[in-house]
């Protein structure tokens, strides 16, 4: 929901950013915001920190950073606390999931070695290929969501952060099917004191930063907060929550393609899509039930962006397979190919083939900060409920259940950036033009 005549809150005090998960996302994101710090590096691939947004006419010339545009929190103002099931502090992560050079580690390695893991919330049903010591014990979900509350206000007292964003940057878990319990907020706190098993783990940690007023995006395709009951308590409790699954190799690539062959009016017989990757993530899909997870994630693009119900000539019968492979040699750097058959003029058949060679954390890392900082700038804008702005981030993204999905990218971006100049009451853009030629 947006608030008429938004006023924006001031970023002032720090930003504590929440993580659920200190892998190789977590520790690229955080390792690559102490560089940008230090002057290490730049932040490449973030929106709002290397973006603009056009103001007016053409002819007005205004074109400002986004971050100049909107007052975004200052990268110097992050501070962060993660959860995991290992107890490796966040230098140790970071060189385990060897994203990062070592050289690079080694001279961040006193703020990493400073962040250390809280015990996590979890439950290996959920995730069946990951078993960790480092673990919340209590008899119930509900405890267990206490206890996550209390590590969050430890946190913000210890180190005197204003405001927080949490981000699931965890593994994928099993399919769960919307169930009664997910219907309403009375019945999903019924479930945390029952120990309903369509509870997951990640929904513990939303019910936790929902009740403290904290924005929350889900990173990876869980259910999670897109369920009733968790748009009831964001409503409540006015808090922005925005997901599903960050939106950075092929699916990214998906969602630059199909709008071309949409936009040309070209047909498409099949696209056929397989990954190789060894990292954790790569090692949790491996587990059938995690995969559905994640193959309900990356099949549906295709359908919302081509709209073959809109387009039976050219996109009613395709075929579309998605596989990715556990291949330990490859670790985080990813690669994925594409077989599309299209078809053109008369019918005439063509193809195209991809070969993205990609780093998972890389791409991710960006995705990460700019969640945090547009989060953050919604809940100072009195923005809550589901975030269908940030969609340009997602490969499901949340929206009304009357409402279909936006997954061609373009529009996705242009959604977001006219969201910010409702923000600071400037014009929406249509790119219409007549009026230049009037």
């Given at each position: 929901m947006i608030e008429k005549g938004i006023k924006i809150e001031n970023p002032t005090g720090k930003l504590g950013v929440l993580l659920i998960g200190l892998g190789a996302v977590s520790t690229t994101f955080i390792a690559g915001i102490e560089a940008i710090k230090k002057g290490l590096g730049k932040p490449i691939g973030s929106l709002a920190q290397m973006g603009t947004v056009r103001l007016g006419k053409r002819t007005e010339k205004r074109v400002p950073r986004i971050a100049e545009f909107v007052s975004l929190a200052e990268i110097d103002d992050l501070v962060f606390a993660a959860w995991d099931i290992f107890e490796d502090d966040a230098y140790t992560a970071a060189g385990k999931a060897g994203v990062l050079e070592n050289d690079l580690l080694?001279?961040?390695?006193?703020?990493?070695?400073?962040?250390r893991p809280m015990k996590a919330v979890f439950d290996s049903r959920y995730v069946k290929k990951l078993h960790g010591e480092h673990v919340k014990e209590a008899k119930t979900k509900w405890d267990l969501a206490q206890q996550?509350?209390?590590?969050i206000q430890r946190f913000q007292k210890e180190k005197n952060v204003s405001r927080m964003v949490m981000v699931w940057c965890g593994s994928t878990e099993v399919f769960i099917d919307q169930t009664e319990v997910h219907q309403s907020l009375e019945k999903l706190?019924?479930?945390?004191?029952?120990?309903?098993?369509?509870?997951?783990?990640?929904?513990?940690?939303?019910?936790?930063?929902?009740?403290?007023?904290?924005?929350?995006?889900?990173?990876?395709p869980n259910l999670t907060v897109d369920v009733p009951a968790f748009c009831e308590l964001a409503e409540q409790k006015r808090v922005p929550i925005c997901g599903k699954d960050f939106k950075t190799g092929q699916t990214l690539m998906k969602t630059m393609i199909a709008p071309g062959l949409k936009a040309r009016l070209l047909g498409l017989s099949g696209w056929f899509s397989t990954?190789?990757?060894?990292?954790?993530?790569?090692?949790?899909?491996?587990?059938?039930?995690?995969?559905?997870t994640k193959e309900e994630s990356k099949l549906s693009v295709l359908d919302y962006i081509l709209q073959p119900d809109v387009y039976p000539d050219l996109f009613s019968d395709f075929y579309h397979q998605v596989r990715i492979n556990y291949y330990p040699p490859r670790k985080d750097n990813k690669e994925g190919w594409d077989n599309l058959d299209i078809f053109g003029w008369l019918g005439y058949p063509m193809q195209i083939k991809i070969n993205f060679l990609c780093r998972d954390s890389i791409l991710a890392a960006p995705?990460?900060?700019d969640l945090v900082l547009f989060l953050d700038l919604a809940k100072r804008a009195g923005l809550y409920g589901i975030q269908e702005w940030l969609s340009?981030?997602?490969?499901?993204?949340?929206?009304?259940?009357?409402?279909?999905?936006?997954?061609?990218?373009?529009?996705?971006?242009?959604?977001?950036?006219?969201?910010l100049r409702y923000m600071r009451g400037e014009e929406q853009i249509t790119h219409l033009g007549l009026d230049y030629y009037q």
């Open positions: 080694r001279r961040l390695k006193a703020e990493l070695e400073a962040i996550l509350i209390d590590d706190e019924a479930g945390l004191r029952n120990n309903d098993e369509d509870v997951p783990s990640s929904m513990i940690y939303a019910y936790a930063a929902l009740n403290l007023g904290i924005p929350f995006a889900n990173g990876a990954n190789i990757l060894g990292n954790r993530d790569g090692e949790v899909l491996e587990d059938p039930e995690s995969f559905k995705l990460v900060l340009f981030y997602f490969k499901s993204p949340m929206t009304l259940p009357e409402l279909y999905p936006e997954h061609d990218l373009f529009i996705q971006l242009m959604k977001l950036k006219n969201t």
